[in-house]
């Protein structure tokens, strides 16, 4: 599968603790993106991070990729109840010469209040 | 700036029935995806189009599932006949560019096939 795989499948933390998701992929990617998803809603951005970068900050989100390891991670800090949502990494890859993105199956964050 | 726009939001058919989705990307964005995201998985892309043109449909069942973008603008994409395991969402995503950008996804249509 061209897919990345989040781990944890799920995570239930407090609010105010920090939270890490991680992504593995298995082929070379032009970038990888991070997308939220709140029940019964579509995909929202959070944040891109380049093939040639390793670490990218957003708000209250860090983002760090190793293309040696084929892993990526996210940090969300100091969660609030608000950031309640499944977290997806997608890989763009260049496949039958489209660039398209592979999602992973998803990290199920709850944050309790 | 107006978003990615999906309807409808629900729709139940029995199964062998077709049905039809549409999308209407964000204005100004050339690239609009099809994506199908089954229940408890990650969106899995049918189909990509850039203006009018098929870039990349390889994921799509084509016995039975097509799609269409007139005008470069406006999507449907359309299931005939449906089968159970068609029960998903199904994600509507516009880009202003092909390569190396993120996407701007719709709220969804979710399908039920009984």
């Known amino acids: 599968s061209q897919q990345g795989e989040e781990d944890p499948q799920a995570l239930s933390i407090q609010e105010g603790e920090n939270a890490t998701m991680n992504c593995s992929y298995k082929t070379s990617i032009n970038n990888l993106q991070w997308y939220r998803q709140n029940s019964g809603r579509g995909l929202v951005h959070l944040i891109l991070?380049?093939?040639?970068?390793r670490e990218k900050h957003s708000g209250r989100l860090r983002v760090t990729l190793d293309t040696s390891k084929k892993s990526s991670s996210l940090l969300i800090t100091a969660s609030r109840a608000a950031d309640t949502a499944s977290y997806f990494c997608?890989?763009?890859?260049?496949?039958?010469?489209?660039?398209?993105?592979?999602f992973g199956t998803g990290t199920r964050l709850t944050v309790i209040p | 700036e107006a978003g990615v726009a999906q309807s409808p939001r629900y729709k139940i058919i029995e199964k062998r029935q077709s049905v039809a989705f549409w999308c209407n990307p964000i204005s100004g964005h050339a690239t609009l995806y099809w994506y199908q995201q089954i229940l408890g998985q990650g969106p899995k892309l049918l189909i990509q189009f850039q203006n009018n043109g098929v870039v990349d449909d390889s994921q799509l069942p084509k016995d039975r599932f097509s799609a269409e973008r007139l005008k470069g603008v406006d999507s449907t994409l359309k299931i005939q006949p449906a089968k159970l395991e068609d029960s998903a969402v199904y994600l509507c995503?516009?880009?202003?560019?092909?390569?190396?950008?993120?996407?701007?996804f719709g709220p969804g249509t979710r399908l039920t096939v009984l």
């Open positions: 991070i380049r093939s040639n970068e």
């Open positions: 997608a890989t763009d890859l260049t496949v039958t010469g489209a660039n398209n993105l592979f």
């Open positions: 995503a516009s880009s202003p560019q092909v390569a190396g950008f993120k996407q701007f």
